[in-house]
């Protein structure tokens, strides 16, 4: 049954998101090895896009393979892509024709264990799969958040980014949905609270000091539009 988190409009203290213009803005965390990834991971992201296809998170250099999380416009989806760095076998998975709304916050978790993935969309499973790849290599550093190595720039917004060092359980995965600025700590490789609203740095609060450059993205008070994002304790449903 879906979860329905208590509406409650947001006053002080103030949220933020960034926002990205689909042509050249994005997010580098250069510090940040994939390595750490290799047993297991789970990304969380909020976010709002625009009708056009991007990629939201990539690798920023790897001697082959690659790592990908896209959105896609034609179908409404979240894709996640991977090229292992070893034999270069390929695997993917996506939320789910019609899952993202556009124009619309929407709260996505993506897990991964070695033996399978799965889709999670405001707090709901939507898509899983197993990877029968034989070779998992992940030899990537860096990430770029709202942008592929070369092309496809994101547009759109985005409000959050966690990630880990192992796939959360399906409770755990409630919980970070209800109490998306309390998360569960335990693996919390990366996490980006995007909440400074001014300056070209966006901090790491997991204690592993992966800061991330901004590169023409530009800070939205939220709390100074429609938009119903966060409060301390509770996604906002529906957030718009």
Do not use: C
């Not at 991971?41 to 296809?53: A, G, H, N, Q, R």
């Not at 405001?122 to 990430?143: E, F, P, Q, W």
């Amino acid at each position: 049954m879906p979860l329905t988190p208590t509406r409650v409009l947001l006053h002080p203290p103030k949220r933020y998101a960034l926002s990205f213009d689909g042509e050249n803005d994005y997010v580098e965390v250069s510090g940040f090895d994939f390595s750490q990834l290799q047993n297991g991971f789970t990304f969380v992201m909020l976010l709002k896009t625009e009708l056009l296809t991007a990629d939201i998170i990539s690798h920023v250099s790897s001697p082959k393979g690659y790592f990908s999380i896209r959105f896609l416009a034609a179908f409404r989806r979240l894709e996640f892509a991977t090229r292992d760095t070893v034999n270069n076998e390929l695997f993917g998975l996506n939320s789910g024709d019609g899952t993202v709304d556009i124009e619309r916050y929407v709260w996505a978790a993506l897990t991964w264990d070695t033996i399978k993935a799965s889709w999670w969309i405001n707090g709901v499973l939507t898509n899983s799969a197993n990877d029968t790849r034989t070779s998992k290599g992940m030899d990537y550093s860096g990430i770029y958040i709202g942008r592929k190595l070369y092309t496809m720039y994101y547009l759109g917004q985005l409000a959050l980014l966690q990630v880990y060092n192992r796939a959360l359980t399906d409770s755990e995965i409630q919980h970070n949905y209800l109490n998306p600025m309390s998360p569960i700590t335990d693996g919390l490789v990366l996490w980006l609270k995007i909440e400074e609203g001014s300056g070209t740095t966006v901090h790491d609060y997991s204690g592993y000091g992966n800061h991330g450059t901004i590169h023409g993205a530009s800070w939205f008070e939220v709390s100074k539009s429609p938009v119903r994002l966060l409060s301390p304790t509770r996604v906002l449903a529906p957030v718009r």
